[in-house]
């Protein structure tokens, strides 16, 4: 069986890039042949071969790459190494041929079906394929409602898949005050892989933090003063190192060096949903701050996300300054193992 991958493939961001791996090692891990079909909808695609071989002429002949540029080299370099990509490419157009080619496709996941996005068309709910090839596995709305102009289109797409799941308890409750589906809730998919498959992929960052213990910071959101304060704190009175990992010096970090940075910090600090996914699967204590920023808020996923590992109070105000590295990582195991068992449940079912 061959199954394409429609995901969000554009800009570069870390969770994005690791649940599209975590998606493709899954379904092949069902023995299902998985490739992902880059879609530039809307977007600039950073992928594309002209752009990607000048700025790795850039590079070459040592002329002043940005922070962005950087980042995508080392998006890249972790794609060509990592993701199977499709010959076919969505664009504005469905290419002739894709349906044909693969025997299923799979919507997610990710913020998939974020009406909010300008990358998110009919494309990515499947309408170009047949209701029997339609899958979703674990894509994320991410939001907390539906706006009223997407509605229509939104209850007509989603009602036509054979299987569906979805990341977040409100996303179900959504798809069902629309539609009256009742939706699987699945764990994100880098969840289904273990900690020893992650490392395997995780990749040591040159950093000046070398057998240092640090804090690692990653904030999508703004980083107010009082989450600076809070982290500065933590860190002067237990004698360690801040790495920040969204700042000028860090911005290139890849993916694979993302890992290797949860999995080898004292702490992790994140307004991120996957920041505080790979800590849970690396036992890294961890301490989630509300996002801050002037995009609608996405705080189910992270709210289904601690509710289900019993971690409401690894928050700022919820831990205790002397529990902040103290975690016991046994419930989140026993969690871990069901929600894996759910999911690959779920993909059998494919």
Known sequence: MKAGIVTITNGY???NRLQNYAVQEALESRKIQAETIWKTTNVFDTEAPAYIRKLYIKRFLHYHLTKEENRILNFHRFNKTYIKRSSYMID???????????????AGSDQV???????????????????E???ALSPSIAIEQIPEKDKENFAKWVKDFRLLSVREEKGAELIRELTGRNVEVLCDPTMYLSAEKWRNVEKEPKSRLKNSPYILTYFLGDCEASYKIWVENLAEKNHMKIFELQNEENFGIAPDEFLYLIDHAACVCTDSFHGTVFSLIFHTP???????????????????????????ERTPEGVEEQDVFQVNFDYTDMVLEQERKRFKNFLDRI
């Open 286 to 312: 961890f301490v989630v701050f509300e996002r801050r920023d002037n995009f609608k808020t996405m705080s189910s996923r992270l709210s289904t996300l601690l509710t289900l590992f019993n971690c409401l």
């Open 92 to 106: 504005e157009q469905i290419p002739e041929g894709l349906d044909s080619a693969y025997d299923y496709f799979i």
């Open 133 to 135: 090839k339609k899958v």
């Open 113 to 131: 079906w974020n009406p909010y996005l300008e990358y998110c068309t009919a494309a990515n709910f499947l309408s170009f394929t047949e209701r």
């Open 13 to 15: 961001n870390y969770g």
